[in-house]
């Protein structure tokens, strides 16, 4: 588990925080157990005023109804770590009734294409079988794989996904990274695109109200805050006995900044990068 958080994090650019926060990812996984033992529940609480999403969710229940409904239907959320992409998805699948079938999507590469979309067959039937809506995690490190055997291979990987999921009409919902480029074999084949964003200032003051108990005004000097980033800092505050405002706000400042850190290029990233 720990080696494949390491290798996510070298994929995506990222640090100390991006292999935290996949170990969490994975761990969800490996919890699954068997095949049929990943369904769980989506009525998780939902504060529109925390999730800065385009389309909001109430217009993209709405269209998606109108469309036919939900089986069949596919849903790319793109947005930075930490925006709300997988509690977007677990809502569009709460407001169809449905639980979630939820699947890291590195798991699904195999060393050749054969077994790759034997691998995609497989996890979209369970869906089926569960009556699940089917939620892919870090698609973003899945296409990072698939980089590896040339554009052919992404192509053929995305249009796999999306049509054994609509040939069985299994609900899809993939959750992307925005920082990569081959997203585009995805957006052309899905239904519907949303894009996930840091918090506007009312939504920081927002979360910081209904997090802390504490009433702000514009205090805020980094403008890419998302819920994310609120929550972790919740976390270490009661960690650590922070609970005054000054203190908060020094918290999410030290937050912003390793985001800020774990996005900058690492160890063979870089050196890729420079070549």
């Known amino acids: 588990m720990i080696a494949t958080a390491v290798r996510v994090a070298r994929l995506t650019g990222g640090g100390e925080r991006a292999v935290d926060e996949t170990l969490r990812g994975v761990g969800r996984f490996a919890e699954q157990g068997p095949a049929g033992s990943g369904v769980r529940a989506s009525a998780q609480p939902w504060i529109p005023q925390l999730q800065s999403a385009d389309p909001a969710l109430d217009d993209l229940v709405r269209r998606i109804r109108a469309s036919g409904g939900i089986d069949a239907a596919s849903v790319l959320v ?3 770590n930490g925006a709300g992409k997988t509690a977007y998805l677990r809502q569009i699948a709460h407001a169809f009734d449905l639980n979630t079938l939820e699947v ?12 790759t979309k034997g691998r995609i067959l497989e ?4 869906a089926r079988n569960a009556g699940a809506f089917l939620l892919l995690d870090n698609v973003d490190v899945l296409l ?3 980089e590896r ?3 052919a291979w992404t192509a053929v990987v995305a249009r796999e996904l999306v049509e054994a999921a609509a040939s069985l009409a299994v609900p899809l919902g993939l959750a992307l990274r925005e920082a990569n480029g081959e997203r585009g074999e995805f957006e052309r084949r899905v239904l519907a695109t949303v894009r996930c964003g840091p918090l506007s200032e009312a939504g920081r003051e927002t979360a910081f109200q209904r997090l802390f108990g504490h009433a702000v005004d514009g205090r805020f000097t980094d403008p890419h805050l998302t819920i994310g980033d609120f929550l972790l800092a919740s ?3 009661r960690f650590a006995g922070i609970s005054d405002v000054h203190g908060l706000l020094r918290l999410l400042k030290e937050i912003g900044e390793s985001r800020e850190r774990a996005n900058l290029p690492v160890g063979f990233q870089s050196r ?3 070549g």
């Open 78 to 80: 793109t947005g930075p």
């Open 104 to 115: 890291e999507a590195p798991e699904i590469a195999s060393e050749t294409l054969a077994k």
């Open 123 to 126: 996890i979209v039937r369970q």
């Open 144 to 146: 990072a794989d698939m």
């Open 149 to 151: 055997n040339g554009n």
């Open 235 to 237: 976390r270490r505050a």
């Open 272 to 274: 890729r990068n420079a």
